[in-house]
Structures are given as C-alpha cells and as structure tokens.
C-alpha cells in the first residue's frame, strides 16, 4: 500500500498543481470580455492562452481523476458484481485497452512533442504566433502519469481480488453531492436547517 499511495500522492499533487489553470483560465476569459466588450480593445493572445490552460488542465489531470476513480465509468452491470469479479475485470481491462491506448499516447505523443520543439512550432491559427511546444511536451508526460497511476490500479485490483475488498483511496476533496450521499440523517439535518 505503500508504494499505491506514493503514486497515488504523486497524482493528486500534480492534479492540484496543474488544477491551479482554472483560475488562470477563469481570469483570462473575465480580462478579454472586459477589454472586447468594455474597452473595444480585444487582446490577440488570450484565446490561444485559454486553450492551452484548459488542455494542460484536461491532460495533467488525467492520472488525478484516475488515483480518485472519478473517470466516468458505464457501471449499470459492473456495481452489481462482487468485489472480487470487479477487480479481475479491471485487471483485464487494463492489460486490454488501457495500457495499450496510454502507450500509444506516450510513443505518438514524444514524437508530436519532439517534432514540435524541432520547429520551434507556433499557432498558426494565432496572430500573435503563441509558441506550442511547450504545450505539446505535456502530452507524452500526461501518457507517462497515466501509466505511472495504472500500474498503482492494478496493484489496488491484485488486492482486492486476494481480499474481497478495495483498497482504501488517499481522499481528496469530495463534491457536495458525494457528502451528503455518505453522511448520515442527523448531519444532513445540520447542515440543512429545517423549515419553519
């Protein structure tokens, strides 16, 4: 457990880290609808710069969404299975289509990233020919931390097909909806003042 829960804190700090691009995203887009609309003064450079924080925050936070199993998953069937048939699924679906694809991503991601710093490549799209490279190193390093957490996954399955029980999670922050989902009548009540 050791071991899962240094990868899995490797995960969650580089998610919080990289999680920090939604306030520089959020920024940006308030700053260009003051000056386009306000000031008439439109910048050249602020598009570019949001698609790029929203795809660094998408690819960095991969792994993240991963060690905290929040990836969006078709679980009609697979919540009704024991533990133990779980895990030897998402063994198997691991070895199957997740490592394969995140290889992929990895090997086509040094290249594009490799080719990219060759050219010194800027956006084409951009009048203020924004520089892309940088962004396009995060690809294979997101591919990296994504194979990096899927191994700790497969560590968590091994366990819990010996066990019967998953593995407990580093916890990070929960949303609104998953507390009250797991807090029980009184705190609701607490939280929730009744009508008069």
């Known amino acids: 457990m050791k071991l899962v829960h240094a990868i899995e804190g490797l995960s969650l700090w580089v998610g919080r880290a990289f999680g920090w691009c939604i306030l520089i995203l959020t920024l940006s887009v308030c700053y260009e609808v003051f000056v386009r609309y306000v000031l008439n003064a439109p910048t050249v450079w602020a598009f570019d710069m949001m698609i790029q924080m929203y795809g660094a925050l998408f690819?960095?936070?991969g792994a993240y969404a991963l060690a905290q199993d929040t990836h969006v998953r078709a679980d009609v069937v697979y919540r009704l299975f024991p533990?133990?048939?779980?895990?030897?699924l998402d063994f198997l679906l691991y070895f199957l289509f997740f490592f394969p694809?995140?290889?992929a991503m990895v090997y086509y991601g040094y290249e594009i990233a490799s080719d990219s710093w060759r050219w010194k490549e800027v956006s084409f799209n951009s009048p203020?020919?924004?520089?892309v490279y940088f962004?396009?190193?995060?690809i294979p390093l997101a591919g990296g931390l994504l194979m990096i957490q899927g191994f700790a996954e497969l560590i968590r399955c091994v366990m819990a097909?010996?066990?019967?029980?998953w593995p407990e999670r580093l916890v990070d922050v929960k949303e609104t909806e998953d507390l009250l989902t797991d807090a029980d009548l009184d705190t609701i009540r607490?939280?929730?003042p009744a009508k008069k």
């Open 161 to 165: 097909m010996r066990s019967g029980e």
């Open 135 to 138: 962004f396009k190193s995060l």
């Open 101 to 103: 694809g995140i290889a």
């Open 83 to 88: 533990v133990k048939v779980q895990a030897g």
């Open 59 to 61: 690819l960095m936070c």
């Open 190 to 192: 607490s939280i929730i």
């Open 128 to 131: 203020a020919s924004i520089q």
